[in-house]
């Protein structure tokens, strides 16, 4: 069966700090790897996909950026940290064997102070 | 800039059906309808999918109109426990280079009261 986890579940960090989110799946290979992010009382917001190693699209320009070093790895950063990069991070994945369906992870918390 | 529309929010009383409506006038002939519903502080889950023809499972039933342009999505008898955004999106089936409209709008808002 397929899995996806993603770390941490919640830190606090402050201003212009750096970031590191982590996601990894199990149990399925080449999957579409998508970064959303939803604010506080808001919708999700999808920050970036990757359909490859080495490949990361970017839905919108900010601070953050993507890799995926490997197949089932993908990885959220920042150099510096703003206030409005708090919110609740997620990962997902999608691919076979059930193609067009998102399958998410636990989500991380993160507040900037 | 999602394909979908939906009402941000709606009630519904508890052991009743909610009816769960979404517009998708723009769909393509290959796109599929998703909906997916995120209780809170959680990932959102995958609750059914359909091309044109009504589809049923142990959580919900799809009912596509004919043109394609609308769905309902039908919860038969609500509990408590499916208060939750839903969220409907259209996407074509197979994932790839060209598949990769994963964006969510910002869903409907149902409340089940007792």
């Known amino acids: 069966s397929q899995t996806i986890h993603q770390w941490p579940a919640t830190l606090v960090q402050p201003v212009g700090s750096p970031l590191s989110l982590e996601c990894t799946v199990e149990?399925?290979?080449?999957?579409?790897l998508y970064w959303y992010r939803q604010a506080a009382g808001r919708g999700l917001q999808l920050l970036f996909y990757s359909v490859g190693i080495g490949q990361i699209s970017s839905e919108v320009p900010q601070n953050l950026s993507a890799s995926r070093p490997q197949d089932r790895q993908f990885i959220l950063s920042s150099k510096k940290l703003l206030l409005s990069d708090s919110g609740f991070y997620l990962c997902?994945?999608?691919?076979?064997?059930?193609?067009?369906?998102?399958?998410f992870g636990e989500g991380s918390r993160l507040t900037v102070l | 800039d999602a394909k979908t529309t939906q009402p941000p929010s709606m009630d519904c009383a508890e052991g009743r059906a909610a009816n769960l409506p979404c517009n998708h006038s723009t769909i393509s002939g290959n796109e599929y309808v998703y909906w997916y519903r995120q209780i809170h502080s959680q990932g959102p889950q995958y609750i059914i999918h359909?091309?044109?023809n009504n589809e049923t499972n142990e959580m919900a039933s799809l009912i596509i109109t004919e043109d394609r342009k609308s769905s309902t999505l039908i919860l038969p008898h609500a509990t408590l426990r499916d208060t939750a955004v839903y969220y409907c999106?259209?996407?074509?089936?197979?994932?790839?280079?060209?598949?990769?409209?994963?964006?969510f709008g910002a869903g409907t808002r149902l409340t089940v009261k007792p």
């Open positions: 999106m259209v996407r074509g089936r197979l994932t790839g280079p060209h598949n990769n409209d994963m964006r």
């Open positions: 359909g091309l044109k």
């Open positions: 149990g399925t290979s080449n999957p579409n």
């Open positions: 997902a994945w999608a691919g076979l064997p059930r193609p067009g369906e998102l399958f």
